[in-house]
């Protein structure tokens, strides 16, 4: 042994531990097993004990109580109870019939020793023959066992009689007339309740014995009954006077009653104290029969089993101390040399070597350790060449970071700098003062999501931001950013580039607002052609008006014109002239001239006036027509301003958790009569599994509902209006949804087999005012504002269109709103 090597102190005592611990760990896991197997099979057996003896048990009450049914059942149907009680329901008073029965009631319980009292209630509820003569003419109408005894046998649960204050058991049947099956009365059987105790507890063997001596095993066993109100209806061997005064709320009482469950197990019983014990459900008397033995006294045998193994593992331990002991000196002493060779390794003389004789498995440890000490000096001086190709290496890449033309940085898991390259430099920051700041710093939206949407996303790598250099300028930054993982699949770093686009957006917005300008001025063009086209109708029915107008002006003239006061104050003359008397011939003819003069007038007149109404009627027909005209292209102008209006004052949606199924539902049930009368027919096909969105549902039904009206215009323009179609269908509308999980969105699509659109035209179908609709009805703004809508819901529309097969619009709304940000993704 080597000099100043100490057995129990550095790897010697760990050596020995490691032995005590190999030794003595298996001693424990046998014995601890052994044990647990003992108490295992100790307590299934006692399990299965009071298994038996509760099974056992329940036999013997169930055969009481079918015993007891069947008697009170046979009894009812005896001949001679039947005629007597008859006789009695006829003649209550018959002395000799009562004390017939009486006997004969005496004869009948006397058959079973534990039969307290047989006797029967007339329909009254009036005992009228019984075993007990003090019984006769009690009145029991209120006692269940008369009230349920009429329908049927009847069990009475244990209950202690008034009269004689013995507990008892009734068993109840009706009394029937044989042929007609009349009713006549119960009859009752009162049992004696005390048979279930000697059941239960069992009998003493002996007067002169102890009290706790039963048939029962243990002193702590026993067996009881408890009733559906939880009252123990037995006697208890710790307990007086328990019968239906002791309350037992235990858990296997509790889960029999509710559920019918029968508990074999440990358990606290009545008096809290722990048990094993088993319970077996009486159903048809909602009993519950518990047979329990103490937990203490059942695992005494493996108490005793516990001192005994402990005593023997101690004796192995102090074994095991003494063999280890010299087992790991022969062990120690070349390890102390090979740490001693370690150590002169670690402090750089790799030539050292270890010397040893051992053919044993520390002697090719000690070979291995020298072979080992040759492999470490060989790798150093590979290291050493190593190190200067990567400093190399190093200073090559720091060239290419320092004058690269794109910002290059890396951060943290948290999102802080770790690395920025000089590029930094022309926003206004040295490299130094950002190491360590959070990204979230130099952006000019702070918001914490911004970052983590950076580090954590997994899907979007490029990012336009609005970064704010020193001098706190908005700069528009291209960001792309890349996850560095380590093989575990770990975040461990984020790489990202950075590129300066703020020259390019003021160009692109210069651009836009080019673009802008011509399609404002493509707008008016539009705006003008369409309202040009009604306005010249409107002023062509206004000038023609003002012509008819004055064709009526000039024909009321003339019948303004017209004497006719002139003829009248003539004809006034005449009349007056006649009526003053007067034979002058020559007076009457000139009265006769003078009224066929009036008369022509008034002729001519009167064709005058029907020419004029003639003229009148003709040109109020014209101007009825032309005003009409006017109305309506009145209205059109209308419409067209209207639908301006709505596309150029879209509002924001009003967002609320919505269905798009209750959606579509919602919409065809408002269209879908209309769209059967134009007999097109209508398909839902509807993904029970679409998610709920975010949307104003108002603005998505105006959506769908513009474009199913688009979808049946087409289609009836498709197959015509022809008469001889009759009742077949003329297209098909298919209206859906579909929930699509990877791209995190759902789809509202609407088929229609109508005449397709042209690849010319779709690219304007959402241009305002395109229209290809020829009865003028259109406005061409309808798919303008729903485009304008869905796009307010961060989504898209897709369309696809086959000439002559028909079109299919796809509505594809995110589940989650977009906030907004100061970023957007930048899609290449």
């Known amino acids: ?117 047989t006797f029967v209630l007339n329909p009254a509820g009036i005992i009228v023959a019984s075993s007990n003569e003090n019984s006769i003419g009690r009145i029991e109408f209120g006692a269940d066992y008369f009230t349920y005894g009429k329908g049927g046998p009847y069990v009475k649960d244990v209950y202690r009689d008034e009269n004689t ?37 069992g009998k003493k063997v002996g007067a002169e014995e102890d009290a706790g001596t039963f048939l029962r095993r243990g002193k702590t066993s026993e067996a009881y009954i408890v009733n559906e109100n939880h009252l123990m209806i037995t006697g208890s061997r710790f307990k007086e006077s328990a019968i239906l005064s002791q309350l037992v709320n235990t858990e296997p009482v ?49 108490s005793k089993f516990k001192y005994r193994a402990i005593t023997v593992v101690g004796i192995c331990i102090v074994g095991v101390v003494f063999v280890s002991s010299f087992v790991s000196r022969g062990i120690i002493n070349p390890i102390i040399l090979l740490v001693k060779g370690m150590k002169r390794v670690a402090e750089g003389d790799l030539n050292f070597r270890v010397e040893s004789h051992l053919k044993d498995e520390l002697g090719e440890l000690t ?18 060449r190593l190190k200067a190709d990567l400093e190399e290496r190093k200073e090559y890449l720091e060239s290419i970071l320092k004058y690269a033309n794109e910002l290059i940085f890396t951060l943290d898991v948290q999102g802080n700098f770790t690395f920025i390259n000089p ?86 917005q210069k651009l836009v607002q080019a673009d802008r300008l011509a399609s404002i001025g493509q707008l008016v063009a539009g705006i003008a052609h369409e309202i040009n086209n009604p306005i010249g109708v409107i002023y062509l029915y206004s000038t023609e008006s003002m012509r008819l107008f004055e064709r009526v002006t000039n024909a009321l003239k003339l ?52 020419q004029i109404y003639n003229v009148i009627g003709k040109t109020r027909s014209y101007l009825h027509e032309y005003l009409e005209g006017s109305v309506k292209e009145s209205i059109r102008c209308k419409d067209l301003i209207s639908g301006l209006l709505d596309f150029s004052r879209q509002k924001k949606p009003e967002m609320s958790i919505s269905n798009v199924n209750n959606l579509i ?29 975010m949307m104003d549902a108002r603005q998505m039904e105006q959506v769908i509902i513009n474009i199913t009206n688009n979808a049946v215009f087409a289609m009836k323009e498709a197959l015509g209006n022809d008469e001889h179609i009759g009742v077949h269908r003329k297209g098909l509308l298919t209206v859906g949804s579909r929930f699509h999980m990877d791209k995190g969105c759902v789809e509202i699509f609407i088929t229609d087999t109508g005449v397709g659109i042209s690849k010319n035209d779709l690219g304007k179908i959402f241009d305002p005012f395109f229209t290809t609709r020829k009865d003028g009805k259109g406005t061409g703004l309808g798919l303008s504002i729903s485009y304008g809508i869905v796009k307010m819901h961060d989504g898209s529309i897709e369309v696809e269109s086959e000439i002559g097969k028909g079109t299919t619009f796809r509505i594809l709304l995110p589940l989650e709103i977009k906030k907004e940000q100061g970023m957007r993704v930048v899609k290449l």
Request: aromatic share 8%.
């Open 254 to 302: 509790t889960a029999a009653l509710n559920s019918g469950k029968e508990v074999v197990g440990v358990y606290k019983n009545y008096m809290g104290r722990d048990v094993i014990g088993a319970t077996r459900y009486l159903k048809k008397m909602g009993w519950v029969l518990l047979v329990e033995t103490n937990e203490s006294e059942a695992y005494s045998p493996i």
């Open 665 to 693: 539902d919602n919409v065809l049930s408002i269209v879908e009569k209309q769209y059967r009368k134009e007999k097109i027919e209508v398909i839902r096909v509807l993904d029970q599994h679409v998610p709920d969105v």
């Open 367 to 384: 070979a291995s350790f020298n072979h080992m000490t040759d492999d470490i000096k060989d790798a150093r001086e590979k290291l050493l």
């Open 1 to 117: 042994m080597i000099k100043g090597v100490n057995l129990f102190s550095g790897i010697g005592r760990k050596l020995l531990c490691w032995f005590l611990t190999l030794s003595i760990l298996p001693i424990m896991v046998v014995a601890i097993l052994t044990y647990r197997y003992a108490r295992e099979t100790i307590k299934n057996e006692l399990l299965n004990e009071e298994s038996f003896l509760a099974e056992g048990i329940k036999n013997h009450i169930q055969t009481i109580l079918n015993a007891g049914e069947y008697s009170s059942q046979f009894f009812a149907s005896d001949e001679f109870i039947r005629r007597h009680l008859e006789i009695l329901n006829h003649n209550p008073n018959d002395m000799r019939t009562v004390r017939k029965f009486h006997d004969y009631m005496v004869y009948k319980t006397n058959l079973n020793k534990d039969f307290y009292e």
């Open 559 to 610: 019948v303004s014109a017209i004497p006719i006061s002139e003829n009248t104050k003539r004809l006034n003359d005449v009349v007056t002239s006649m009526d003053r008397e007067t034979n002058a011939e020559f007076e009457k003819d000139a009265l006769r001239k003078e009224l066929l003069c009036i008369a022509d007038d008034l002729d001519k007149y009167c064709k005058e006036l029907a």
């Open 165 to 201: 204050g013995e507990y008892s058991i009734a068993f109840a049947a009706p009394v029937l007339k044989k042929r007609s099956g009349k009713f006549l009365g119960v009859l009752v059987i009162r049992y004696n309740a005390s048979k279930l105790n000697e059941i239960t507890t």
């Open 423 to 508: 590029k930094i430099k022309e926003w206004g920051y040295d490299e130094r003062e950002l190491i360590g700041q959070p990204l979230i710093s130099i952006l000019f939206d702070k918001h914490h999501e911004n970052a983590d949407q950076i580090i954590y996303n997994g899907f979007r790598r490029i990012f336009e931001v609005e970064v704010l250099d020193k001098q706190k300028n908005i700069r528009n930054v291209l960001l792309s950013t890349s996850l560095v993982k380590n093989k575990e699949g770990q975040l461990i770093s984020v790489l990202g580039t950075a590129n300066d686009v703020t020259e390019l957006r003021k160009l692109e």
